[in-house]
């Protein structure tokens, strides 16, 4: 890969997970900047990982090819306008990891054509065990999306998307969906508790119970995801009867709605920002 100077703009959760996946697949720790505008969670990246770290977003853009764009999308503008303000960010690559920003509108914040790469990763790339989608249009070069693919692929599993709306639908499928297995683990753990359960032997029912299906899942990529669940289900038995719960209940529509909220949102921010 190649081993552009990397810069951080924003050092919350995400930028830590993909800190923490480059840090571990070998990116030299000293090409690699993050800035913040608070010194706790710099100086704990610092700690952990022996990156530089600054206060000052202008010192980031003069350090680095290439800038992760990672604030929270209702302070983008801000961040981008004084940033564009105090340096030259000709010849510059920005990769923006914000939900609902388009690339034009990245573009308008930071006052040119310059290349950005849309990037929807999610928080799992803390374990090199992310998944991002990612986007560009012709103004990024070939070596720019290699570089881009190789540094997301270091976290974790890569798709590109033809069209920018496509980035949409990875939020709802893998950005915010870590969130959801979060949320249907919290409701079975509730439960094992209910049925006499200490807590820490219900999280490690649960935790184990979906590691194991992750795994069962990734390990037979020619099974469809119904025969796994058959392999499950004794006729008359007791899967049967919670799954036909889960089924009768409408959690194939729970979950379809829950993405299209996502993706409603992610246009919604779109407009609003
Ligand atoms: N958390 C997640 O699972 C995912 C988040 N994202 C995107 O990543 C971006 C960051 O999200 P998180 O890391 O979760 O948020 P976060 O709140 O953990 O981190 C944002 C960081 O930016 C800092 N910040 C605020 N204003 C700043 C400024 N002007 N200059 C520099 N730093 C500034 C904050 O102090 C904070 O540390 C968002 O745009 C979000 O849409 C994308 C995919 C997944
Ligand atoms: O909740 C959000 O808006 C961000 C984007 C995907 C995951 N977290």
Not at 137 to 154: G, I, L
Not at 232 to 244: C, E, I, L, M, R
């Amino acid at each position: 890969m190649q081993q552009k100077k990397l810069a951080f703009i924003g050092a919350g959760n995400m930028s830590r997970s993909i800190i923490s996946g480059l840090i571990q697949s070998g990116y030299d720790k000293t090409r690699i900047l993050a800035s913040n505008p608070s010194t706790p969670k710099l100086d704990k990246l610092k700690e952990e990982f022996g990156i530089q770290i600054t206060q000052s977003n202008d010192e980031a853009c003069q350090f680095a090819d290439a800038i992760v764009l990672a604030v929270k999308p209702q302070m983008m503008g801000d961040m981008c306008a004084d940033l564009q303000q105090n340096n030259d960010l000709s010849g510059k690559l920005f990769l923006s990891i914000a939900a609902g920003l388009p690339v034009s509108r990245l573009q308008e914040m930071l006052g040119g054509e310059y290349p950005v790469v849309r990037i929807m990763p999610n928080t799992p790339s803390l374990l090199s065990k992310g998944m991002s989608g990612m986007y560009a249009d012709n103004t990024v070069s070939e070596d720019d999306r290699t570089y881009v693919d190789d540094v997301m692929n270091s976290v974790g599993e890569t798709v590109w998307v033809e069209e920018e709306d496509g980035i949409n639908g990875v939020i709802a499928a893998a950005g915010s969906s870590p969130a959801y297995f979060f949320l249907f683990l919290q409701a079975m753990q509730d439960e094992a508790i209910n049925m006499g359960f200490d807590k820490a032997q219900s999280r490690l029912m649960v935790q184990q119970a979906m590691l194991g299906a992750a795994e069962m899942v990734c390990h037979n990529p020619d099974l469809e995801l119904s025969e796994l669940r058959a392999q499950v289900t004794s006729k008359g038995g007791t899967t049967a009867a919670a799954v036909n719960t889960l089924i009768d209940q409408g959690l194939s529509d729970i979950v379809s709605n829950a993405m299209r909220a996502a993706v409603a949102r992610a246009e919604e921010m779109a407009k609003q920002l």
